[in-house]
């Protein structure tokens, strides 16, 4: 279930997705975010592996914040 800082609705204000926030993409992925590369490419991986299976997004708006950093090392 996707949080507030998920929220579609355009008059709620969302994250800024970083690095370490646990993500859902587009295709319903979710996903880590292990580093933006230049400020413009969100690089992501499985939650369920390492490093295998990495992919890529130039669009940090099409993710949504399941969870932020803080969040999930506070858990």
């Known amino acids: 279930m996707r949080n507030d800082h ?3 609705d355009p008059g709620v204000t969302r994250h800024r997705v970083w ?4 993500v859902e993409d587009e295709d319903g992925r979710e996903a ?3 580093d933006v590369a230049a ?3 969100w690089i992501l991986r499985p939650t369920d592996v390492l490093l295998a299976d990495q992919w890529i997004t130039t669009d940090p708006d099409s993710l949504f914040v399941l969870k932020t950093r803080a969040e ?3 858990s």
């Open 32 to 34: 880590i975010v292990t």
């Open 6 to 8: 998920a929220s579609k």
């Open 72 to 74: 999930r090392v506070a």
């Open 39 to 41: 400020g413009a490419v």
């Open 19 to 22: 690095i370490g926030d646990l």
